[in-house]
């Protein structure tokens, strides 16, 4: 490589006589740190180094795992490579202190970019060490940054494409990942938009342009404002495509607009994604034009057309350095492609598309669920049914009152509930967003009804085990219970509609699903806190009520049918559960990774039917409603009609802590 000695010599020379003065600047790119031949012996999770093999400069550093040296960093440059970029380095220094004794603002005339096509066919020839890479990706940066200032010529453009070309290769993937420069990726895009930059804003306009390598393509073309536009690309390292499109009404009113597209296969792999779970499934495409528009749309072929994935339209934050959903939205999405409406500034050039596997679905959950509601709705009809019919009879006294205003408001939350959510299956199949948020909106706010009622329910409990002879007002009362169980729910769903659709990028919902959205909003928070709080207290209820049963009242001889003992207590615990809504702690074992599917489908059999089971044991279990019903039901005159409504023998009591006996239906 004696010729990028020579290029190198040039340069300095050049700069030397421009300037005036002669300048010496030594610059390196590997560490200075000193290490041996060898890496020393295996212990595990140490970390060591060693030098580079001959004709390279730097270290490679590597971690021991599995009594494996594991390579973590590696910078081994190729002295002639960092020859050249000490050379560039030298540059920069030599402006900027002709900068300090001249007037005005220099610049490296442009007659120096033709040494691009020296530079570029010795870097082809390069090995793509990680250290090479960094060395690559840093000349790269510097050349951006001193020849695009100007016109460029074709034959620049094609010579800084190859140059990419080469460290964007498939078999540079591996080596990628050793760069000690984390945002390396980054810096290499950034390096080629201002390229893309640079060809549409030529004060000369070149003819279109077209580079086609195989890890790289670039297209430029004019645009009228009159007419659609696409770039269309078709990846030759990997079988995909992606078409951009500027649409004439973004475009109109502009006469005269040049636009530069590019297209990168390998570069997804290159960049960062937030998480192991999120990677690009698409080419990652750019765009530069001489004028400003303010959107534009991308369709991206799919690398992985697996049913089982989530896609995400995303664009590259360039301040953050990290893809980001915040400009982007998906307009379409089948198996295939994806279409995104994107919106274009300063700060996202580039775009693609995301993946993320999906949520394991099982068609026999989904045909439980619709089932499950089908039965749900139905019984909690008959439920508010049977509770009108019987108010009168059964509502007597304060404490079943309060208890049966808090079933028949549990069974309307929960009726509701689930018909929305019906409601939100059927509008994310038409794909009415609007209609969408609507439904994700009272759901959300139907469902922490339920959840708030739940925990009305368990506090009256409580009330009533401990406070037996303090008696609160019924106005009072339905004021407290009505301002909770529906006031917070609500304060709750409007904030966090309004917090997130004030937030761009931020959506509301799902891609997948008429729900709350949980990345990157993390809207899902607010029915999954408020939840889990109220289950954990109905929990502490429930134990609470089981302590009562087992503990003996003062003066009562220890029970010798322990066998019929537990089933007492075991009808209160059933009764106790879907009224709580204990049934969805079961959810906390279906997040649990690779937890077992049985528990998927408890949870769903369980709360698909909790308006039945709420039916069931919560209604027609009590006694007071039974005699009710045979009262109401009974036409034949020879029927003796049962007078008594307000109290009964429970089947299922012990001794309040005062010595009262307390009933699973005022438990209940």
Request: charged share 15%.
């Amino acid at each position: 490589m004696e010729f990028l000695k020579k290029v190198s010599m040039f340069l300095f020379i050049h700069t030397m006589m421009e300037s005036g003065m002669g300048v010496f600047f030594a610059g390196n790119l590997t560490d200075i740190t000193q290490c041996p031949d060898d890496f020393g012996d295996c212990v595990e999770g140490k970390i060591s180094c060693k030098k580079c093999q001959e004709g390279f400069e730097g270290n490679i550093t590597t971690r021991c795992q599995g009594s494996e040296w594991k390579p973590v960093l590696e910078n081994c440059v190729s002295p002639n490579l960092g020859s050249l970029l000490s050379g560039f380095e030298s540059i920069q220094l030599s402006e900027n202190h002709f900068a300090a004794n001249v007037s005005g603002t220099p610049s490296i005339p442009i007659d120096q970019c033709p040494v691009i096509s020296f530079i570029s066919s010795g870097i082809q020839t390069e090995r793509t060490t990680a250290g090479n890479i960094a060395a690559i990706v840093s000349l790269l940066q510097k050349i951006s940054l001193r020849c695009f200032m100007g016109d460029l010529s074709e034959k620049n453009v094609q010579d800084y494409s190859k140059m990419a070309n080469h460290i964007l290769n498939t078999s540079t993937l591996s080596n990628w990942t050793l760069v000690p420069q984390r945002n390396a990726g980054s810096v290499l895009l950034t390096s080629l938009h201002a390229l893309a930059s640079s060809v549409a804003s030529n004060t000369q306009p070149l003819p279109n342009v077209t580079v086609q390598e195989e890890f790289l393509s670039l297209q430029s073309q004019h645009i009228s404002g009159d007419r659609d536009f696409t770039f269309y690309f078709n990846s030759s390292s990997q079988p995909v495509s992606g078409q951009i499109l500027i649409e004439k009404a973004k475009a109109r009113g502009l006469t005269d607009l040049s636009a530069v597209s590019l297209a990168y296969p390998t570069l997804g792999d290159i960049l960062p994604t937030e998480s192991e779970n999120v990677s690009v499934n698409g080419l990652v495409m750019s765009l530069a034009v001489s004028a400003n528009i303010s959107q534009i749309f991308l369709k991206f072929e799919k690398v992985n057309k697996s049913l089982s994935i989530n896609t995400h339209c995303a664009a590259w934050d360039k301040g953050k350095e990290t893809w980001s959903q915040d400009s982007c939205q998906k307009q379409e999405d089948s198996a295939t492609h994806a279409l995104c409406k994107c919106k274009y500034s300063p700060n996202y050039l580039s775009f693609s598309i995301l993946m993320s596997p999906k949520a394991n679905s099982d068609p026999a959950l989904h045909y439980i669920t619709l089932i499950g509601l089908g039965i749900s709705i139905c019984s909690l009809v008959l439920c508010l049914m049977i509770e009108a019919l019987v108010w009168r009879h059964v509502t007597r006294h304060s404490t079943a009152y309060m208890r049966h205003v808090s079933i028949a408001n549990i069974a309307v939350s929960l009726l509701l509930a689930d018909i929305w959510f019906i409601i939100g299956d059927a509008t994310f199949k038409a794909k009415s967003s609007n209609v969408c948020i609507t439904s994700t909106f009272f759901t959300h706010f139907f469902y922490l009804s339920l959840f708030f009622w739940m925990l009305l329910m368990g506090l009256l409990i409580l009330y009533r085990l401990f406070l037996v002879y303090h008696d609160m007002s019924r106005t009072l009362m339905l004021a407290t219970l009505f301002s909770v169980g529906y006031g917070c729910p609500f304060v709750i769903s409007i904030l966090t509609l309004a917090i997130t659709l004030n937030q761009p990028g931020k959506p509301y919902t799902r891609e997948d699903g008429c729900w709350l959205n949980w990345d990157p909003s993390k809207a899902l928070l607010a029915f999954i806190v408020p939840a889990f709080i109220i289950l954990a207290v109905n929990a502490a209820v429930t134990c609470t009520v089981i302590s009562v049963l087992l503990r003996p009242s003062i003066g009562q001889t220890p029970r010798t049918n322990e066998r019929g003992y537990l089933v007492q207590i075991g009808r209160c615990v059933a009764i106790l559960t879907p009224l709580l809504g204990l049934t969805w702690g079961i959810g906390i074992a279906t997040i649990i990774e690779d937890s077992s599917v049985v528990f998927d489908y408890l949870f769903t059999i369980l709360n698909a039917l909790q308006g039945f089971l709420i039916l069931l044991l919560g209604t027609l279990m009590d006694p007071q409603v039974r005699r009710a019903l045979k009262t109401k039901m009974s036409s034949l005159p020879w029927h003796t009609s049962e007078t008594k409504n307000t109290s009964s023998n429970p089947k299922c009591h012990s001794q309040s802590p005062h010595g009262n006996k307390t009933s699973d239906e005022d438990l209940s």
